[in-house]
């Protein structure tokens, strides 16, 4: 309460005589001043306002999934189609190499031509004898005709030229096996004959002279690891292509081996393929891709994978409060720079700037991706 000059006039003095009524009167008026101060109205106390920190912002684009084949992937070598070794089958020298190695012939097609003096003279010979037999018959079944001779003479002439015949058609065989023609249609790969060599050893003539390939059609052997081959069946379309040349085609799984090899653990598959142009080659390798299994899959940045704090492989999306969330994936396969990975929902919100900065639940702002 204030104290006005006129009530302290008022005051009797009286009682303050003295050194102890001085102190008290200090004392009170000391009171009664801080007193007023206190009886003052105080003004109202503002609780001090709280900023929350701007949200981080990140790019973001909608994915959304499409169907994609997991693929059985392996590197083989072009097998021909068919493989024959040539052999001679009879002694002679070689006087004519008549269609040069690597050539595409058709069956019949002479290939090597030898010559055998001793073959060439028995087949004269036969072709000479052959020829009087059938003078002797012919003359015989005349004479029988007009009764001039007996039945026994024209039955020893037709035995004769039976004979000649038999031994006519030996001696054309034997000379026939001195041209060694090609057994179907394909390419005379390999011969090392020389023409004036001579064939005519035992050991000669138990070896292979040339190859002949058809490669109209072609076989590409695999070897599949264990993992994967009870996911290939029989009849199964697979692409193939060459990682050296732009070389493409499609064939189908024509064998599975049952016997595992011993020290690869790997199955032999067997891949079967038209070649109609001749456009692959025995030995080339190539990539063979045996699609096994549709699923669902999304196409995405390498720089979008991640890690998270136990090494898992993943991504970072948004949901639908701008929530972050890290989501494991699975590689499928690469594709133009990019890769295909599963594990995603069908429409994913995928963060594609910004993500090494932001964690698992943290809530931010999308901005527009830019254009």
Known sequence: ?????????????????????????????????????????????????????????????????????????????????????????????????AIPKGSNVKKGDALIILRDNDTSRKFEEAKTRLKQR????KASQELAHKSFNSKITLAQNKTNLDAALSAFASAQHALNMLTIKAPFNGTFNASDLEEGSFVGSVLMLGNPIGTMIDLSFI???????????????????????????????TGKVAYISKSADPKLRTYKVEILAPNDNLAFYEGMTIQAKIPVQKIMAHLINFSSLCLDENGIVGV?????????????VSVIKTESGKVWVSGLPDTAHLITLGSDFVIQGQKVEISPKPS
């Open 134 to 137: 059938e003078i002797e018959y």
């Open 316 to 328: 970072k999306t948004v949901d639908a409060d701008s929530n972050v969330v890290f989501t494991p």
């Open 219 to 249: 076989k590409v052997v695999l070897q599949i690891p264990e993992k994967d081959v009870f996911s290939v069946q029989i009849g199964q379309d697979v692409n193939l292509s060459s990682p050296f040349s732009p070389l493409h085609q």
């Open 1 to 97: 309460m204030a104290i006005h000059l006129e009530d302290w006039i008022k005051i009797d003095l009286k009682p303050l005589y003295g050194p102890y009524g001085l102190i008290s009167a200090v004392l009170g008026v000391s009171i009664l001043w801080f007193a007023s101060g206190m009886m003052k109205p105080h003004a109202a106390v503002v609780a001090p306002k709280v900023v929350a920190p701007p949200l981080f912002k990140v790019q973001v684009t909608t994915l959304k999934a499409s169907p994609l084949f997991q693929e059985v992937i392996s590197r083989g070598s072009v097998v021909a189609g068919k493989t024959v070794p040539l052999y001679a089958q009879t002694a002679g020298e070689v006087v004519k190499i």
